[in-house]
């Protein structure tokens, strides 16, 4: 992995190095591919017109050239999962690693020992406010950091708490963890969606992190629910977060432009009546999608999307790391390699 990144970071061949670059990296569970490029696939269920956009936000931002889309099985580049299983943990585990998860087979696996994004910036020296994952799903907390506790966490149904706050901003936490525990999910140990995003924008305002996860659930609770009105529901509310996150971030001065976002999904689902189920025996699960939206300072250094060959999840931590413009110190290179190219 450290010479893919450094390819990445060094390929300014001439052009002005960039300052300080932060990474906004977002999953959004069990959202498949197929409702991501072609929007409602059935009509009925969802109960609006076949077709209908999940993600009208990064369409436009496409659109202008403005993000970068991988996984269309049709245009020959598809992206795919890097576990053997299709199933969550696994693939979070790869994600944070950039390396190929083949330990890891169910979603009851113990923390991860491979070495992660979190890991390696925390030992080049990054502050645990700077280093921060915000997730819906408790299943994260084994996959983000090899040696836990070096990286902010508020995760599944954890209350919020920031040591050392002022009375208005202890009133916010009060608020919050009143709001979001009020009642349970209706899967059980987990936190909604719009509560990991509000207290996730809230960090970003206060604190600026250098890299900031965020990990959506909803969606793939009510994918195995077979409620596929809600699960198009869950995946359209991720398209308010994002409108959110930008205005956010627009806010933020120099910080906001120098922040660009990556977005993927953990698996994919079964095509056709079984659509709310994903394994290894079932067709179409392994197959996956990203976005990248690089921040005003790479867009104004000509950054692009890389066009060829296939991509996987492996490619992912790379892309952080080159964005980010950090090298990697981990023991074991990564098997992918960046997104985005100079």
Same mark, same amino acid.
């Given at each position: 992995?450290k010479?893919l990144?450094c390819?990445f970071?060094?390929?300014?061949?001439?052009?002005?190095?960039? +300052?300080?670059?932060n990474?906004?990296?977002? =999953?959004?569970?069990?959202?498949?591919?197929?409702?991501?490029f072609?929007g409602?696939?059935?009509?009925?269920?969802?109960?609006?017109? @076949?077709g209908? @956009? $999940?993600?009208?936000?990064?369409?436009?931002?496409?659109e202008k050239?403005?993000?970068?889309?991988?996984?269309?099985?049709?245009?020959?580049?598809?992206?795919?999962?890097?576990?053997?299983?299709?199933? #969550?943990?696994?693939?979070? $585990?790869s994600?944070?690693? %950039?390396v190929?998860?083949d330990?890891? *087979?169910s979603?009851?696996?113990?923390? =991860?020992?491979?070495?992660?994004?979190?890991?390696?910036?925390?030992?080049?020296?990054?502050?645990?406010?700077?280093?921060?994952?915000?997730?819906?799903w408790?299943?994260?907390e084994e996959?983000?950091?090899?040696?836990? %506790? *070096?990286?902010?966490r508020?995760?599944?149904?954890?209350r919020?708490?920031?040591?050392?706050?002022d009375?208005?901003?202890q +009133?916010?936490?009060d608020?919050?963890?009143?709001?979001?525990?009020?009642?349970?999910?209706?899967?059980g140990?987990?936190r909604r969606?719009?509560? =990991?995003?509000e207290?996730?924008n809230?960090?970003?305002?206060?604190?600026?992190?250098?890299?900031?996860?965020?990990s959506?659930? &909803? /969606?793939?609770?009510w994918?195995?629910?077979?409620?596929y009105?809600?699960?198009?529901?869950s995946?359209? &509310?991720?398209?308010?977060?994002?409108?959110?996150?930008?205005?956010t971030?627009?806010?933020?001065?120099?910080?906001? !432009?120098?922040t660009?976002?990556?977005?993927?999904t953990?698996h994919?689902?079964?095509?056709?009546p079984?659509w709310?189920?994903h394994?290894? $025996?079932?067709?179409?699960?392994?197959?996956v999608?990203?976005?990248?939206?690089?921040?005003?300072?790479? *867009?104004?250094?000509?950054?692009? +999307?890389?066009k !060829?060959?296939?991509?996987r999840?492996?490619?992912?931590?790379? /892309?952080l790391?080159?964005?980010m413009?950090?090298k990697?110190?981990?023991?074991v290179a990564?098997h992918?390699? #960046?997104?985005?190219t100079?």
């Open positions: 992995m010479s990144v390819a970071i060094f390929a300014l061949s001439g052009a002005e190095a960039l +300052a300080q670059e990474v906004i990296f977002i =999953t959004i569970d069990g959202a498949r591919y197929q409702e991501f072609k409602v696939r059935r009509p009925k269920s969802a109960g609006q017109k @076949r209908t @956009r $999940m993600l009208p936000w990064l369409d436009a931002k496409a050239n403005e993000a970068f889309i991988y996984g269309r099985h049709r245009l020959k580049n598809p992206m795919l999962v890097s576990n053997p299983v299709n199933l #969550s943990k696994p693939a979070y $585990m994600l944070m690693s %950039g190929y998860e330990k890891c *087979r979603n009851d696996c113990e923390n =991860t020992t491979r070495h992660t994004i979190f890991d390696s910036l925390a030992e080049q020296g990054f502050a645990k406010k700077d280093i921060a994952v915000f997730a819906s408790p299943g994260i996959a983000a950091e090899s040696v836990v %506790g *070096r990286a902010t508020n995760i599944g149904i954890n919020y708490s920031e040591p050392g706050a009375p208005v901003e +009133a916010w936490i608020d919050y963890n009143a709001r979001a525990f009020a009642e349970e999910a209706p899967w140990e987990a969606d719009v509560f =990991t995003f207290v996730a809230h960090y970003l305002k206060r604190h600026a992190p250098r890299f900031l996860y965020i959506f659930l &909803d /969606t793939d609770e994918g195995h629910k077979n409620n009105k809600n699960y198009v529901q995946f359209q &509310d991720v398209n308010h977060y994002l409108e959110q996150l930008e205005a971030l627009a806010s933020m001065g120099d910080y906001g !432009k120098r660009s976002i990556v977005i993927t953990d994919g689902r079964n095509p056709g079984l709310y189920n394994s290894a $025996m079932l067709p179409t699960a392994h197959r999608w990203a976005a990248v939206i690089p921040s005003e300072t790479w *867009r104004a250094q000509g950054v692009k +999307a890389r !060829k060959g296939k991509f999840h492996v490619d992912i931590r790379p /892309t790391e080159g964005l413009q950090v990697s110190v981990s023991p990564s992918g390699k #960046s997104l985005v100079h």
